[in-house]
DNA sequence: GCGATTCGTAAAGATTCTGTTGCGATACGC
DNA sequence: GCGTATCGCAACAGAATCTTTACGAATCGC
């Protein structure tokens, strides 16, 4: 039923009934949002949330029975993007999916990005520096790629903190320094560039080009 | 309630009672995220959600006793990005925002203004006179921004000093005088210009064109 | 003209933020 | 089970920013 509502709004829809299937339909098939249930056989709902976060950063919304408020706090924080009791109205679903879409153009998509002397590829997990290939933490990889995504913009703290470490973090810049200094380390190699600025008060800047140190 | 969970959780709050408290503080405050009743006293949360898409692409999170399809429909199509039932679980509703959060630094909006010499971009922090980078602490740049984007008018004292510094500075113009200065001694560089005009008793007026000093 | 208020500038003091280091806890692979 | 890599956290010196104060110059009302 749900299926047919979708594609009668001229979505291109594709329906899964076990997690193989659905690892495998993602992979071929790059979708731009999932609808899963919290109840799938062999794997929790909880479970693909996290297993997409890792790949892509589609919006994920999740349907279920249960109107437990753990269960909801436990799959939103696993990186669902909506949470939709059961039962509900379809004219609301396709609002929801209206409203998370809208925001998709937006979402850079998770291809390798190239920029300055930087090459990052979210896929892999794999950096490079003008060539040359830097091993990064996954906390660090988050970092960069987030840099990378806003380059010469300046991330607040608060931005940098909430998407990296969650919103319960926001308040620890000292997290922040840390991974700074490491990354810019690691980032520096022999040239004597400055990837990463301070913008004090606010937050920091990354020049994938890099500025005379 | 709300106010005092959300607080717990080391965000920054603050409450606001009708429509046109809301955009001031809206305006003066630029939040991250907007969470309103459908019900408010003179425009309803629908209209707000449009009043806000206008400017910003803030998350929005729509509060309401009203469970009808309709009702959920319309709010998310007029820019709500989630619409909550009440009655409803304060985890919930802060997991909800966490999600909504986890985005923000997919949405670094605010587009640079250009007018005259000047060339403002608070995405990036950054501020060209003339082609002439210039670097601003934070409190200079709030500043600036207000100015550029309110050329050739004049702001009275207590809009700059409520902008800047908060409402409860507005009785302070020493901060204003020692900030101006610095603002007129950081942006005039060679050329022989005055960007920034002394209105007497009133204010100050920028010209991002500049006049023969 | 004269007093009162405001404005411009400089500098010192206080505050907050930043970069760095180190250590223990935890998770992971072998 | 053990070693390694990563993460969370605290402490510190140093830097950048903000606040406050002071004083002469300019402006306004009378």
Redesign the pocket.
Known sequence: MLRASLSAQRYDVRTVNDPEEAVRVFEDWNPDLVITDLMMPGMSGVEICRAIRRQASIPILVLSVRDQEHTKVEALDAGADDYVTKPFSIQELLARVRAHLRRAPERVGDSAIQVGDFLVDPAAHSVAVAGRPV?L????FDLLLLFARNAGKVLT?RVLLTAV?GAQ?AQ??????????QL??KLQGDAHKEYIQ???????RFLPEGAAA
Chains 1, 2 share one sequence.
Do not use: A, D
Not at 137 to 140: H, I
Not at 198 to 204: D, H, L, S
């Open positions: 091993h933490t996954p906390k660090e703290h470490w973090s620890q810049p000292e997290y922040l320094r840390v991974f700074i200094g810019r380390k301070t913008e004090p008060w606010v937050g920091y």
